[in-house]
């Protein structure tokens, strides 16, 4: 349906990443809440400006960092960040010799089969968390989130969550890892309790990732050290904030001149 769109409407990519989510949904990777999900990172990028910001490229070079320097990185999946990311996530994969984990909120097989087979598709060699034999519950968590691959997050010492749900990223820091969530929302839970928060949309960020990590991979890891540990994620929070609110006051003003015109 994107050729519809014109490609001077001023939400051109806002609606071709609606299309790209409800074809996915069509073909049962997306659930329906991922929909609505959706919607609510949408609302905090129209505040952000639809930009990578400044404090957010911080965020990606430490997350690019920090996964250069895993012993056992994870990406997890879920079915948005398949929709919207998943050449993405197989490239930085790759560049950070990560596995990749289908892992659920909304929990069936045939959607993790059906995120499977994209992942596949798009060339992804292997994809954990669907094989019933590997998979084991991590005691921090009640209901099916609780599900992980003992190859995968179990095991791992980094695990990358773009989109993820608060309980899952706090289990997963409690249980000593260190967490990079792709959240819009510097609020959430989510972006709370990461250990770095990329607060950018995941379509603008993971390319960026993906080549931040490339560059990074050239250099010595104690300067990846070295970088990793000068980095404050609350400070890119607060920072991601101020950036919505001194935004939200030029508008402010723009909107009162206007209407005294
Ligand atoms: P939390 O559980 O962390 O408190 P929540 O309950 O508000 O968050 P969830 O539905 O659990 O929200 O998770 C969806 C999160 O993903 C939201 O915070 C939303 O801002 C974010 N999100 C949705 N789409 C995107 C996107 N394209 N890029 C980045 N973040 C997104
Ligand atoms: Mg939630």
Redesign the pocket.
Known sequence: MSWLIPKNHPRYHSLVTREKLIKHFESGVVARAGLI??G??EA?DYLIGEETTEPALRAIKAAACALLLANRPVISVNG?AAA?AGEWIIKLADVVNAKIEVNLFYRTKERERAIESLLKSLGAKEVLGVDERFQTTIPELMSERRRVDSRGILIADAVLVP?????R?EALKRMGKTVIA????PL????RAASITIV????RAMPKLVEEASRLKQMPRDELRLMLSSYDNNAVLSEALEHMVNRLKKLAGEVLRAQSK
Request: glycine share 8%.
């Open positions: 999900a959706h609510r990172g905090f948005n919207l989109l993820e749900d608060g309980d990223t792709i959240d819009l929302n959430s839970r989510t972006a950018d949309n995941i379509v």
